[in-house]
């Protein structure tokens, strides 16, 4: 059976804005174009949009997903054994999880005492790995470090309010909307308008982080690099994740000191 992209993208969630983009980025060309013009995916590009998925889920970016997908010795039979076995890997790590919530509730509620040790069973303590081997760990241990009162803000959500955080992703988002509009029209990350929102999301993330140059450089790499940042920004726009970065590093070295 054939798909058009409007079809493909209501089956696989994936929006039509980023179908277009694979195609332009090489990693999902159509079966075939309709004397109409339009898209036809078939079974093949299908299970290749699967794979694409199951990589961006694992943490790939789309450059090393293409770097994969491409080879020509790429077996999608041995992918889809890898996959399961990472998937299988993630779900052990959250069984622990919440059997280490469940023994939690029963210590806090005096039906079972815990060694202290216990407390953190299940947590990956190892460092984020980055493409290239590299590591997120000064980035994410900055970030988290920057973070006002932490203590103090542990105890914020019931004394604010949840609409209040909400608000706050609320107007991130829309900040979002803003770039990809900026994106869409071909301006450069230190374009001047850019620049404007750019400057509204910095202040934004002052309210609850002290956003300093370091710090706001910081944030950039992750989201470019880490996979739960990107996976935020991707489902906005597949561009939106590298363009963000390079204007808030603009921003940082321009503004902040």
Known sequence: MAYTVKKLSELSGVTVRTLHFYEEAGLL?????GSNGYRYYEEKELLQLQQILFFKELGFTLKQIQRVVDKPDFDQLAALYSHKKAINQEWE???QLIKTIDNTIKHLE???KMKDKEFFDGFNITLVKAKEGQSYS????LVVLSVKNPTKDAKDVEKRGKAYYDNINKTAHGLFKELVRC???GLDPAN???QKIIKK???????TNDATKEVYKAMAQLYSEHPEFRK??????PKLPDFMSTAMNSYAEQKLS
């Open 192 to 194: 001047d308008e850019v």
């Open 110 to 112: 005096g039906k079972k």
């Open 232 to 237: 935020q920004l991707d489902s906005i726009h």
């Open 183 to 185: 994106i869409e029209k």
């Open 138 to 141: 000064a980035a994410e241990k």
């Open 93 to 95: 790590k959250m069984g």
């Open 201 to 207: 999301h910095h202040n934004l993330m002052e309210q």
């Open 29 to 33: 060309k159509p079966a075939y174009y």
